[in-house]
């Protein structure tokens, strides 16, 4: 009897390797949860180009914007673990839920693949604001409480909370002004309605050159190589700060380990393609690649974080 079970189970075995060795057999889907167009978006594009060359089969990129970013989650979630339905997650996947009833759960509802890249904020002023770095705007602001203004993409976006942070370390007492995206908010930083915001390189560096906006610091702990003469906020005035948005790839919880790590070591080959470090070089991001279980820890950690910060500032989504 035992020997007939341990057959049954070698038998099994084999056919699941086998299974798993042949993967992909059909066309894989990589659903963005926000609408075409944007860093993720793209991101997601040049990845999944990658990923077709090395299955051979075709990687489809199936944009489900809604609900910020809910919806796209939800149906990765409910989607067959079998490695054909693969979510490219932002920072709202992990920040949603912290704000508000949410349809899933990021730790319970999702096997992690990889950590693709992180992207840290520059800190960016108008040109007119008597400060020429961190601590000197955190004084001008300290000086005129309930005066100075800050822009976001949006209520409980990443640079709002980015914002909401430094506000928090630094003691200030400043005004948030929600836009709907960065780039609505830049014509009035560029006419000081608004002193500063977080906003990513691309948007900024144009206006920085102008000399139309200063760059201050970077929200990361490191300086990025394309502007690395702006510090971090840790080592500008503000210790311990950082605060960097990271793009994932997740499967359905319950995909099969050799799945996972199939996706996770081709994502990270995606992430050396000269087409992918172009992209992200244009927006500050840098590639991470982390394993499964690192990426787990840092969305745990980043939850735990970000919980912090939405309870202590009463932060709601947008």
């Keep these: 009897m035992r020997l007939l079970q341990s057959a049954t189970s070698v038998a099994l075995?084999?056919?699941?390797?086998?299974?798993?060795?042949?993967?992909p057999t059909k066309p894989v889907r990589l659903i963005v949860p926000l609408a075409p167009g944007g860093g993720v978006d793209a991101l997601a594009r040049v990845i999944g180009?990658?990923?077709?060359?090395?299955?051979?089969?075709?990687?489809?990129?199936?944009?489900?914007?809604?609900?910020?970013?809910?919806?796209?989650?939800?149906?990765?979630?409910?989607?067959a673990p079998d490695g054909y339905t693969l979510l490219m997650a932002s920072a709202s996947f992990l920040l949603y839920p912290l704000m508000q009833q949410s349809p899933y759960d990021p730790l319970r509802d999702f096997a992690p693949i990889t950590q693709a890249v992180s992207l840290p904020?520059?800190?960016?002023?108008?040109?007119?604001?008597?400060?020429?770095?961190?601590?000197?705007?955190?004084?001008?602001?300290?000086?005129?409480?309930?005066?100075?203004?800050?822009?976001?993409?949006?209520?409980?976006?990443?640079?709002?909370?980015?914002?909401?942070?430094?506000?928090?370390?630094?003691?200030?007492?400043?005004?948030?002004?929600?836009?709907?995206?960065?780039?609505?908010?830049?014509?009035?930083?560029?006419?000081?309605?608004?002193?500063?915001?977080?906003?990513?390189?691309?948007?900024?560096?144009?206006?920085m050159k102008s000399g139309k906006l200063r760059g201050l610091a970077v929200s990361g702990r490191t300086r990025l190589k394309a502007i690395p003469e702006l510090p971090p906020l840790s080592e500008a005035g503000v210790p311990g700060?950082?605060?960097?948005?990271?793009?994932?790839?997740?499967?359905?919880?319950?995909?099969?380990?050799?799945?996972?790590?199939?996706?996770?070591r081709d994502i990270a080959v995606a992430l050396?393609?000269?087409e992918t470090t172009n992209l992200m070089a244009m927006d500050g991001a840098e590639p991470v690649a982390s394993e499964p279980a690192e990426y787990a820890r840092h969305i745990e950690s980043e939850m735990t974080k970000w919980r912090k910060v939405i309870r202590e500032s009463s932060v709601t989504s947008g």
Excluded: C
């Excluded at 075995?13 to 993967?23: D, E, T």
């Excluded at 077709?52 to 990765?76: C, E, H, M, W, Y």
């Design 241 to 264: 700060y950082e605060a960097t948005q990271s793009y994932g790839v997740l499967a359905p919880k319950g995909t099969p380990k050799p799945i996972i790590d199939r996706l996770r």
């Design 272 to 274: 050396q393609r000269p």
């Design 121 to 207: 904020l520059l800190l960016v002023m108008h040109a007119g604001v008597p400060a020429s770095n961190v601590r000197e705007l955190i004084s001008f602001a300290k000086a005129r409480p309930g005066m100075v203004k800050f822009g976001s993409s949006g209520s409980g976006g990443f640079p709002h909370l980015a914002a909401e942070l430094l506000k928090s370390t630094a003691g200030m007492d400043i005004i948030h002004v929600p836009y709907k995206g960065n780039a609505s908010a830049v014509p009035d930083l560029l006419a000081g309605q608004i002193q500063f915001m977080f906003a990513g390189l691309g948007l900024t560096m144009p206006h």
């Design 49 to 79: 180009t990658s990923l077709s060359d090395s299955f051979k089969q075709s990687v489809i990129v199936d944009n489900r914007p809604g609900a910020t970013g809910s919806i796209g989650a939800v149906l990765t979630a409910r989607s």
């Design 13 to 23: 075995w084999l056919s699941l390797s086998a299974a798993f060795a042949q993967y």
